[in-house]
């Protein structure tokens, strides 16, 4: 029996999905619940397992491939044991691929290879009956497509290879390698796009002395771990900052609909996070009801589903405020992108020592700047410039986050 690998349903607003990897190629045994294939929206990864036990008969949709949802992406042979054929080839010649018959060799080029195998061949043109299979059943494999391109370099005639280095001698040393961009990269550069053209976008600086939160970290970070089983980092004191902030300003929370302007009562804060596939703004729920350890674990548990690929759909949308940490990189000061409809996005940055004045003196203290880029048809600069400071006034003196202060 053969059961079908379809695409399964993509989330809402999401109108198709690109093939990203596909874990096993044809003849490969697969189990089930084993992930099959990746596939990759402007927004998440979404992972297709295998309904049954059985051989991956065949990939109807290789690598890079556009696909909708419910597509059939290929199909498994149910009850078929790794090294049998799956198709109606006589148990003969599965048994001595040598004496295959070349008809049988270029219907296996045209159906049981995979893409990977097919793109090589095409690369190097090379005829597939040339090529020594030592994979299942005599199929060929990536690995001896390579040996041969190998071999043949090593047999080729001095002569010709002295005229091709001579020939390329000049630029040898330079090369380019083109790929194209992932979903989520093509989908992060058009709502950039959009924030630069769409809104009356401007950012405003200030500068924050993180002594005392720094030396607060120091008093009580083993404590914390400890009684939390986690580290206390600065991220959650931001975010608390920022929720303190927003509620002054209730301006800087809201977004504008059309010609109407949408204040939101809760505080879902955007957290930027890099990811191997692109930056992602994960969102962490109602921070105003969370401690300072409940906001640590909520971001390390965000950024490790983002670095995994395993963000849901509804974990990356809402939120009425960003946060980004181009300190982490070493960034000593930056422009933030806001992200729509948002009205404001808060940078923060590396801190460094520097030395300021201090009630008639110099000191080293550990200064960072803040960036506040906001959308200036919504938010004035009175409410952006008040926004910031109170964001450095609460860094600067914690103890006002307890006294709402």
Known sequence: MTIEILVPDLPESVADATVATWHKQPGDAVTRDEVLVDIETDKVVLEVPAPEDGILESILEAEGTTVLTKQLLGKIKVGAVAGEPTKDVPAEAEASPNKRSTAALSEETNEALSPAVRRLLAEHSINATDVKGTGVGGRI????????????KKAAPVADTAVEVKAEAPLAHRSEKRVPMTRLRKRVAERLLE?????AMLTTFNEVNMKPIMDLRQQYKDIFEERHGIRLGFMSFYVKAVVEALKRYPEVNASIDGDDIVYHNFFDVSIAVSTPRGLVTPVLRDCDKLSLAEIEKGIRDLAIKGRDGKLKVEEL???????????????????PIINPPQAAI??????QDRPMAVDGKVEILPMMYLAL?????????RESVGFLVTIKELLEDPTRLLLDV
């Open 317 to 335: 949308t809402g939120g009425n405020f960003t946060i980004t940490n181009g300190g982490v990189f070493g960034s000593l000061m930056s422009t």
């Open 141 to 152: 494999t990536r690995e001896d497509v390579e040996a041969y391109v190998k071999d043949g």
């Open 373 to 381: 880029s906001y959308d200036h048809r919504l938010i004035d600069g």
């Open 346 to 351: 808060l940078g923060m940055h590396k801190i």
């Open 195 to 199: 924030a630069k053209n769409s809104t």
